[in-house]
């Protein structure tokens, strides 16, 4: 079949020649053809050279590119993906680590793979496709896992009811599409957690915390810690490993269930720990000389570019009240989780809260998302998740 032609209106050739993933469909001169959702197009320059070939999609984001390079992206081309990113995650000593069985398996742009998400939950792997051109080829996906992880695969399940673009004519079920599992317990750096993909946020877990729950780890030891934006737990999990007190706070009830059940899963009923379902701002207003420690990871502020504004608000009000409130010497873990919030604009909400209060701040660490969901290094955008570690004096 021939495939449809895109042609970029001239100069909106520059960031795709930097290996940018994304074509916006203001850049768009002309479609050759009436592609539909998901259909494989062909992008062109305004004098007709080939630059791309990708998923087309009708929105902002008009293509997702897969090859910057003419192929056919075909079951074959998908497939050496895939077993790229596995090899990666291999690299990183994550498929066969006795303590972690938990992982992220394809991060979309971060594995060259835009609109595809995998996690791997103990032999459960969990699809969320953010594209109809990566939904269509759900069970040529599932296929692959199958044969190139072989027996450790016990299922496929597919998480997509929630994130495709424009249903025109697809009404995505999250489903099963090999074997069956219920809920599975998994070991994180040797904790354990209780996943629920069908229930759960995300694909059922904040995988992308790992590294910095063991961080907060090495700065819990006798410290009183507030884990606000708990939902599963996992920051206090960790945290109870030393620490004198542990409250987690969310919003809502399934979430502060589930923290209890992991907080039970690994220390059994200790009266240590605590969970509140109440609402952040609420609860900060009244924390005065309570707490040693406090995490913020609160959910994305800003989905999109046209709120962030109100989102930097956000961020800035958030952590005001608790740098104000925390006990000298406090230290917060405090983080943004928005693609269109950078690192520098998070930053600076932060030291706007922390100009706002007068208290002295140290940044003790910069934190990032952990490499198995890499940055692309042509997609800024990749890298979504920020944090800074802060001491309070
Ligand atoms: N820290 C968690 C992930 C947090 S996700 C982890 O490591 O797994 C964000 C959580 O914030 C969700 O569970 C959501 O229920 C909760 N939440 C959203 N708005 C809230 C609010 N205003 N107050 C308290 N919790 C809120």
Known sequence: ???????LKSGKDQS???YHPWIYSGAIKKIYGTPAEGDIVEVFDNKG????VGHYQ????????LSFIEVNPDIGFFRERIEKAIKYRKSLGLTENTQTNVYRLVH?????LPGLIIDFYNGVAVMQMHSVGM?????EFTAILQELLAERLIAVYDKSEGTIPYMSGISARNEFLYGNSGPVIVTENNFRFKIDWVTGQKTGFYIDQRENRRLVMEYTAGKNVLNMFGYTGAFSVYAMKNASLVHTVDSSSSATELANENIRLNYGDDPRHESYQADAFEFLGNIKNKYDLIILDPPAFAKHNNVLSNALQGYKR???KAIEQINQGGIIFTFSCSQVVTKENFRKSVFAAAANTG???RIVHQVVQPPDHPVNIYHPESEYLKGLVIYVE
């Not at 939904?135 to 069970?139: A, D, F, G, P, S």
Request: proline share 3%.
């Open 108 to 112: 979309a742009e971060g594995d060259d």
């Open 49 to 52: 050279s080939f630059l791309a």
């Open 318 to 320: 958030l952590n005001m």
């Open 58 to 65: 009708p929105g902002s984001i008009a293509v997702r590119i």
């Open 16 to 18: 795709i020649r930097r």
């Open 359 to 361: 208290r002295k701040v």
């Open 135 to 139: 939904y269509n080829l759900r069970m």
């Open 1 to 7: 079949m021939e495939k449809v032609k895109i042609v």
